[in-house]
Structures are given as structure tokens and as C-alpha cells.
């Protein structure tokens, strides 16, 4: 009996891939091989779509101030990208100051509202409220009280980013496996202990879903808040550049903006992986 279980230990020990290598039709291969190939229709739906769109411009005689073409909108953006480059700094100082204020709030009061069922029940309905008023329309009061410094644009960027984080960490903690929970609470764990040994730990994913979201909503907040009254910014810049109708300076602004939306979300994702190795190998194997 030894002999025939520590031969089918063997086998099943044969059977089973090295660490990060997963199988797929039929053999094993370490994961994210294919990165690279993935990425090659987008690229292609991109030159795609660039292309009909110099074409459609030329050929149809559309007017620059209209619609230029994208090889106009890339000289604009090399053209002005030092002017663009200032302005960038100062967005992407009011975004992340923003979005830290916002993620340090939301991490506060959804650790409260977990463990105080009382203030959920008063806040979780207010907080719902508040997202369905549109930022746009209270942005300009934060103007008219705060003036054009940079106080009323971190509000805008605080109130985009805080939702999406905290309802998502708070579902995290409350999402937590019952067993483990009161295994902890029968060795006599305290609050804190369960919250650091189980809690946080079992959070972390919920809790970095919502933050690469309001990353990537922190610039268009900055953008929002800059449109409506700012010395400074790309949603300044934006806003000069469809008063002179150089629309062309207006599209390079707004590639700009989504290359920090990308990035910002992408630093995110790279901190969600250094933190949370075993997601990380967990997302590879289900691709």
C-alpha cells in the first residue's frame, strides 16, 4: 500500500506545472507570452482608423478649424508640446494631490461604515446622492468660493475619485470569507487583528479595482475643474485653443490627457501587482 501510494504521489507530482506556467490546448507555457501578439490588432484598428481619417479630411476638403487631419494634429502637438508640457505639470499635480486626499477618505470611512453598521445605514445613502449630481454643475461654485488656485480643482478631482473607492473597498471588507472571520473571533482576535490578518488582505483587490478607476477619472476631474476657471492647466489650454478655433492644438491636448489617463491607471495596476503578487499570477492563469 505504501509503495502503490507514493508511486501515484510521483505521478500527480509529474502531472502538475512549475510555478507560473499554465496549460492551454493541451501543453504548458509560462503566461504572458502572447503579450506582444495581443496587442496587434489594436495597433493595426488604430492606423486603421487614423489613416481613413487623413483621407477623409483631404479628400473631403474639410476645413482645419473643423477637423484636422491627424498629421496636423501631430506637428501641432510637437510644435507646442513645450507650452503643452507646463501645463500638463500643473493637471497632473492637481489630479494626483486629488486622488491621494481621495483614496486616504475613502479607505477612513469605509473602515468606519464596516465596523459601524449605524453610520453605513446614514451615509452609504447620501454618498449615492451624491453621484447623481453632475460634478460639472457644482464645479463652477467651487470657483466663485475657492477662487482659481488649486483648491477648487482638488475638490472636483476628490469628489470624481472618492466614490468609485470607497463603495468598492467597503464591499471588500464586507465580502470577506464567514469562516475565517469567526475562526479569528474565536481565538479572541480583536477588531484590528481581524482587520489587519483578514480584512485588508481579502479587500485588497476590491480596493485597487476602484482606484485604477478614479486614476484614470483623477485627470478628467483636474480637466473638468481647469475648464471652469484656471490660470494654468490642460483644460485651460483646451479652452484657449477652441476660443482661437485651433481645434488642431485642442486634439493634441486631448491626446495628451489620455496618455495620463492611461498611465495613472497602468501605475496603479503595477502597484496592485507588487503588492498582490498571487492576483497577479491568479489574473495570468485565467487568460
Known amino acids: 500500500m505504501k509503495r502503490s501510494a507514493s508511486t501515484g504521489s510521483k505521478k500527480d507530482l509529474g502531472c502538475r506545472p512549475l510555478p507560473g506556467v499554465r496549460r492551454k490546448h493541451g501543453r504548458w507555457r509560462q503566461p504572458g507570452t502572447g503579450g506582444r501578439r495581443d496587442l496587434g490588432p489594436q495597433l493595426a484598428a488604430g492606423l486603421i482608423l487614423a489613416a481613413l481619417w487623413e483621407a477623409g479630411v483631404r479628400l473631403g476638403g474639410v476645413p482645419d478649424f473643423i477637423l484636422p487631419a491627424p498629421s496636423q494634429v501631430a506637428v501641432s502637438l510637437v510644435k507646442s508640446f513645450p507650452i503643452i508640457a507646463g501645463h500638463t505639470r500643473v493637471t497632473l499635480y492637481e489630479a494626483m494631490t486629488g486622488f491621494v486626499i481621495a483614496v486616504a477618505v475613502s479607505f477612513v470611512l469605509a473602515f468606519v461604515m464596516d465596523g459601524v453598521p449605524v453610520i453605513k445605514k446614514a451615509l452609504y445613502p447620501i454618498l449615492v446622492i451624491s453621484q447623481t449630481i453632475p460634478i460639472i454643475t457644482i464645479a463652477p461654485l467651487f470657483v466663485i468660493w475657492f477662487g482659481y488656485g488649486l483648491l477648487p480643482k482638488v475638490i472636483v478631482v476628490t469628489l470624481v475619485c472618492f466614490f468609485p473607492v470607497v463603495v468598492s473597498f467597503m464591499g471588500g471588507l464586507q465580502g470577506v470569507d464567514g469562516e475565517m472571520y469567526d475562526l479569528l473571533k474565536s481565538m479572541g482576535a480583536s477588531r484590528m487583528q481581524i482587520f489587519r ?91
Do not use: C, N
Open 197 to 287: 490578518l483578514l480584512k485588508l488582505p481579502g479587500a485588497l483587490p476590491s480596493l485597487f479595482s476602484g482606484m485604477k478607476i478614479s486614476a484614470a477619472y483623477s485627470i478628467m476631474g483636474a480637466v473638468i475643474g481647469e475648464w471652469l476657471g484656471a490660470k494654468a492647466g490642460l483644460g485651460e489650454f483646451m479652452r484657449r485653443s477652441m476660443h482661437s478655433f485651433a481645434v488642431d492644438k485642442t486634439f493634441a491636448a486631448i491626446i495628451v490627457i489620455t496618455v495620463l489617463s492611461l498611465g495613472v491607471f497602468e501605475i496603479i495596476k503595477l502597484l496592485e501587482g507588487w503588492l498582490m503578487p498571487w492576483a497577479k499570477y491568479a489574473a495570468r492563469q485565467e487568460e
